[in-house]
């Protein structure tokens, strides 16, 4: 907040952000727009939040009836109602029919400030809301009249050290119809409803605000039961959240392709590919991972509606009713001509801001390219991608490409993404088979592999390559060429058997001869032992005679 300006919360989301504290306290606010833009709606919400923090408040209405007030703000979820018997807001009801009123030079608004003045006192506000002011002055036709009486009332407001909103329809050429209240108000906020193609969308820009620096932008703002809100998304910058963590799949052969295994949290991922080549199963394989390890998962679909992809998932065997009803996965589908660009990313992160998420996909974002100027798509998907990284949330975008032989998308979201999963369909010999490559993934090793992608009832499985002739083969030609191979195999395999019982053989043959032949030696060797034994002793013996035959001589 700058020094010297004093502010006001208005409690409007978002609107506080982009103002840097809120409107300024004690003087007067200037908020112009067109018939339906959300005048009225704006200042009751500033009004009422005020009210419940302690700020009583005065609603002026030079139009609407306090019934009417009590009523449309009750689409809001404002309680009026309790809050006037409770003292405090009180409703003024002014009624000034121009008809019945005569200008004169001496006229002025010492009556009104009379009936505010009690008004304010009666219920101690801080702050008070002029509706609309147009109706107001809608008798006098003096310029220098209404200049003197705009600042008179704009002054007597500071006077008072009222917060004051006040209200104008816009004007032709001008910020207001008679073109003095955006001169001596000390903020002025333009809310426009703009139709493009036939889609409108709520649009907020601060004209101007004195004492302080404040967002310059467009914003747009929703008004729906959850109240006015703001989306200040202009201003998100490069301060996201970094996470060493893996985080599933939900396809194991997919989370084994990176090294460390699966893909970091917190990262943008983009699954491309041509119509029918699996890009929602692989995204809704993420939520269902994320349901698993117990996180929240949130899934923006923009072609089929979430009974439609509930039924479409079972195919692969994938059941997320269940993660639907335990409230860990929601299903927000849309067309993306049912709201312009802005205000689906305005839908889009007030969703993820309510339901907090680790884990979003959108499906797909080529569905946006119809939706508005290329450029204007690539910057509402580039303020999506800023958003959720830096909230920590991991984000799976799929798109539609028509023509795989290209690498790029029509958003030129491509280079914003951490990882970039490029599904393909293959034709040969005639039928199509799927591909999944792994084109980067930063700050990760990464398989190069193109890999066969199966999907069944029992899930999807990444089939490992087969390299043939002539490159990769896929679907039946794969397996006609694995059942070639397993037979080739086989025969080999078979041939090595005969050798080896061939060789078997012979070498039980040659072991048989051998052993023969020793047995033949053997009995060699043992007759000759037997022969030399027996030399021996008739040489013994002969000499036993020959001895005793001398000494018989002798004798």
Not at 222 to 233: C, K
Not at 480 to 506: C, G, I, P
Request: some cysteine; overall charge negative; glycine content about 8%.
């Amino acid at each position: 907040m700058a020094a010297g300006i004093e502010k006001a919360l208005t409690g409007i989301e978002g609107f506080d952000d982009i103002t840097m504290g809120g409107l300024p306290r004690g003087r007067p606010t200037l908020v112009c727009g067109s018939a339906g833009c959300g005048k009225t709606l704006f200042a009751s919400t500033f009004l009422v939040n005020g009210a419940r923090n302690g700020e009583p408040g005065v609603f002026v209405t030079f139009e609407e009836r306090p019934n009417d007030i009590v009523d449309n703000v009750a689409s809001l979820g404002f309680d009026v109602g309790t809050l006037v018997d409770e003292g405090k807001i009180a409703i003024e009801h002014i009624a000034i029919d121009p008809s019945q009123l005569a200008e004169v030079g001496d006229y002025d608004l010492e009556a009104l400030f009379m009936r505010l003045e009690l008004a304010i006192d009666e219920i101690g506000a801080r702050r008070i809301v002029l509706d609309t002011i147009e109706s107001l002055f809608s008798a006098f036709q003096n310029p220098a009249i209404l200049r003197a009486e705009i600042r008179r009332l704009f002054d007597w407001l500071k006077e008072k050290g009222m917060t004051a909103v006040i209200t104008g329809e816009r004007g032709d050429g001008s910020l207001t119809r008679q073109g003095l209240e955006e001169y001596v108000s000390d903020c002025v906020i333009l809310l426009d409803h703009r139709v493009v193609n036939q889609v409108s969308t709520r649009r907020l820009r601060i004209v101007k605000y004195r004492g302080t620096a404040h967002g310059t932008n467009e914003y747009p703002f929703l008004i729906g039961e959850d109240g006015f809100s703001v989306l200040p998304i202009s201003s998100l910058g490069l301060d996201h959240k970094v996470f060493d963590e893996r985080i599933a799949s939900g396809i194991p052969d997919l989370d084994e392709m990176l090294t460390g295994g699966g893909f970091h949290r917190g990262s943008s991922i983009l699954i491309s590919g041509v119509a029918g080549s699996g890009k929602s199963s692989v995204a809704m394989c993420f939520a269902d991972a994320a349901c698993r390890r117990g996180e929240r998962a949130l899934y923006f679909s923009f072609e089929e509606s979430a009974k439609q992809t509930v039924r479409n998932m079972l195919s692969i065997g994938l059941d997320v009713e269940p993660w639907m009803e335990s409230g860990l996965l929601r299903c927000v589908a849309a067309r993306p001509t049912f709201y312009g660009l802005e205000m689906h990313l305005a839908i889009m992160l007030r969703e993820v801001a309510k339901f907090q998420p680790s884990l979003v996909v959108l499906d797909p974002i080529s569905a946006f390219i119809d939706s508005g100027d290329p450029l204007e798509v690539q910057s509402m998907l580039l303020r999506m991608v800023d958003y959720l990284k830096s909230n920590g949330v991991t984000a799976v975008f799929t798109h539609l490409a028509h023509d795989q032989r290209v690498a790029k998308t029509d958003a030129g979201l491509s280079s914003l993404m951490d990882a970039w999963l490029l599904l393909l369909n293959r034709e040969a010999n005639g039928e199509f088979n799927r591909e999944l490559y792994l084109l980067k993934a930063r700050g990760t090793s990464h398989s190069n592999q193109v890999r066969e992608f199966v999907m069944s009832d029992s899930g999807i499985m990444l089939v490992e390559p087969y390299l043939g002739e002539n490159g990769a083969l896929t679907g039946s030609a794969r397996r006609f060429e694995e059942s070639r191979a397993r037979r080739a195999e086989l025969d080999r395999r078979a041939q090595v058997a005969a050798l080896q019982d061939k060789v078997t053989q012979r070498r039980r043959k040659a072991e048989a001869e051998i052993a023969a032949l020793h047995a033949e030696l053997a009995a060699d060797e043992a007759e000759l032992k037997r022969l030399i034994e027996a030399e021996e002793r008739y040489r013994a013996q002969a000499a036993q005679d020959y001895a005793e035959m001398a000494a018989g001589r002798h004798a």
